[in-house]
């Protein structure tokens, strides 16, 4: 079976390579837990969506909450991407690396003021609201800095994605978006606020999603209210499609993003709306499997039930298997000819939910190192320093170039802003 993140991740005879480097030259280099990302793998997974929305007006905003490295930003924005961002920290990083404001979406649930404040003088494309209580806010904030905010509603168009439920938001249930029966007369209202100014809508009903029909679903339940607003006389500029498709961890088939899009475009098209802006916030599928994490087996403990790998990579690096109870790829980055055996692969943590993977046929001595594939999304974005574990470095290969994109931390900087008392 292909790697995930294949060709960019391959085998050369029995040792892992990402792009033109060896992953063991990279653990040699800058020691392990480490987080290596594929430019070549990033640039592959935007191609699709710059050929599927080439012919018409368009925004790919990279939704960074998936991985807000600074070099993945810049990779994105020199492709022309925008971000689609959910906090004033998200803001600061399109602004360190030169990215145009007038390129981001603003979304999330629970904006502060102060929020509020800073991206409308930073001039962001859109502010994707999701409350009746955030549009008085924002006009508000807007009002009082003499400013008009654009805005779309995010609406929840109660849609089941059948993903995991953490990452299910288009439910009724869910505490996302505006409800479909409700949007018209909120717009209605925005429309007559004096700090907002109407710009589009917007819908994203979860993530990890590998079937096409729940996304044409909420379309076609997003273009009845486009068409409802319409009638009511106010214009929608764009429409927001919302987050990307899932990608494959494991076995998983997935629709390619081309026949995806393609899907949803020609519905648009058919539906009378062709000539209206897209936009898209695609986040795992643009980087979920350019990136691996490194790890380094560092004890093999045969138990009464289970046989541990205790690697050097713990929930704290990754939570991905810890919180969404995820299956991650784990191959070695040198294959040995030994037998293998069923080990579960786990970190040093002290909580038992500290795992990365159970019951994984691997071929291990202490000391190998083994690689995490399809971590480059939700991976180190997520990333804690419980147990005051420093979080790994991360480096970017480009071809036989490899840029280290972030130091490992220092165990000081841990608690550089504690203070004793006394
Ligand atoms: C997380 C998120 C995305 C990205 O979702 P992916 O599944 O990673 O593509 C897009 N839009 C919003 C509003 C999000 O919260």
Redesign the pocket.
């Known amino acids: 079976m292909n790697l995930p993140g294949a060709p960019f991740l391959h085998r050369r005879g029995s040792d892992l390579w990402l792009e033109d480097t060896a992953v063991a030259d990279l653990a040699a280099a800058y020691g392990t837990p480490l987080y290596a990302y594929s430019r070549g793998a990033m640039r592959a997974a935007l191609e699709p969506y710059r050929m599927a929305l080439a012919a018409r007006p368009h925004l790919v905003c990279y939704?960074m909450?998936?991985n807000s490295n600074l070099a993945v930003l810049q990779t994105f924005a020199a492709l022309g991407c925008g971000f689609?961002i959910?906090s004033a920290g998200e803001l600061r990083r399109v602004l360190a690396i030169g990215g145009d404001p007038a390129r981001v979406v603003f979304?999330g649930v629970g904006k502060t003021r102060d929020e509020m404040r800073f991206a409308l003088a930073s001039g962001v494309r859109c502010f994707?609201v999701e409350s009746e209580s955030e549009l008085h806010q924002l006009s508000d904030v807007a009002r009082a800095e003499r400013r008009r905010a654009p805005v779309s509603l995010r609406v929840n168009p109660d849609v089941d994605p059948k993903t995991h439920p953490y990452i299910s938001t288009g439910l009724r249930g869910n505490k996302f978006g505006v409800a479909h029966d409700r949007a018209a007369a909120l717009y209605r209202l925005a429309a007559e606020l004096p700090g907002l100014e109407i710009a589009g809508i917007a819908c994203?009903i979860g993530?990890?999603i590998t079937d096409t029909a729940p996304y044409l679903e909420a379309l076609d339940r997003l273009l009845d209210l486009v068409e409802a607003i319409d009638r009511d006389g106010l214009r929608l500029h764009h429409i927001d499609l919302?987050?990307?498709l899932g990608i494959r961890y494991r076995d998983e088939t997935v629709p390619a993003t081309a026949d995806w899009l393609g899907a949803m475009l020609a519905r648009i098209d058919t539906r009378g709306h062709g000539e209206r802006e897209i936009l898209v916030?695609?986040?795992?599928?643009l980087v979920g499997n350019a990136g691996i994490l490194v790890t380094r087996a560092l004890v093999l403990k045969p138990g009464a039930e289970h046989d541990f790998c205790i690697v050097d990579a713990a929930m704290n690096d990754l939570m991905r298997p810890a919180l969404y109870d995820a299956w991650m790829g784990i191959t070695p980055v040198a294959q040995r000819s030994d037998p293998p055996q069923l080990w579960d692969v786990v970190g040093p943590i002290c909580e038992s939910g500290d795992w990365l993977g159970r019951a994984r046929e691997l071929a291990l001595r202490e000391g190998d190192l083994l690689a995490v594939t399809s971590a480059g999304?939700y991976a180190m974005a997520m990333a804690s320093n419980y147990n005051s574990r420093p979080r790994a470095a991360e480096v970017m290969v480009d071809g036989s170039a490899v840029h280290l994109v972030r130091e490992r931390e220092t165990v000081q900087s841990l608690y550089a802003g504690e203070r004793t008392i006394g």
């Open positions: 939704a909450k998936a689609d959910v979304s994707n994203h993530s990890q919302g987050g990307g916030e695609p986040g795992r599928s999304a």
